[in-house]
């Protein structure tokens, strides 16, 4: 009588995300960088952001570190470049996912004034008119005469770090040292012009 050795079957080896993706948040011109770790070995690795998926370019790079890393990174990123992303990861009977989201600030540094205040002399009865341009994204900016701040005064925002203030119908008392200042995350800064009056 003869005996049979019973046949062993191996099971397909199953996938595992073992470091999953995590959400981040760079600043605008930096490097995003996602990475992915799995037990098993994926047939097919697909990366998506939104429901597009993702293709090498010059400034975008797909990688395989090894059997099980794999990771995606975007170099000199934009605003644009903010979302969700995703990766699949597939074998030819099953997939497994992971998914992050991505924030890009906007790079903040202290406040430059492009175009300053100048000394300036007005004619009374006529407006004063004070303008800036700012660049640096400010978050407050401020008006002062001697040291006070005009908060009841006529200030606009312009548009593109531009600010104006307007002094109408001047007079002796409007006369006085002007100052503007900027303000945001980083720092302030400020600039100043002696005001004074025409006959």
Known sequence: MSSKAPLSVQAPET???????????V???????????VEGRPKTVKWYKGSEQITATRTMK???????????EVENCEMSDAGAYRVVLSTESESVESSCTVTVKEKVHLPVFKKGLNDQAVPKG???????????????????KN???????????????????TVPDFKDSDVGE??????????????????????
């Open 27 to 37: 600043d605008k011109g930096t490097k995003i960088l996602l990475s992915v770790e």
């Open 62 to 72: 797909i990688e395989r570190v090894s059997d099980n890393e794999y990771k995606l």
């Open 15 to 25: 996938l595992k995300i073992k470091r999953p993706l995590r959400d981040i948040t």
């Open 126 to 144: 006529q407006s004063l008119v004070l303008e800036v341009e700012i660049d640096g994204a400010p978050k407050v900016v401020k008006w002062y």
């Open 147 to 165: 040291g006070d701040e005009l908060k009841n005064a006529k200030t606009e925002d312009l548009g593109n770090g531009k600010y104006r203030l």
């Open 178 to 199: 002007y100052s503007v200042t900027a303000e945001n995350d980083v720092g302030e800064v400020e600039s100043k012009a002696k005001v004074g009056s025409m006959l």
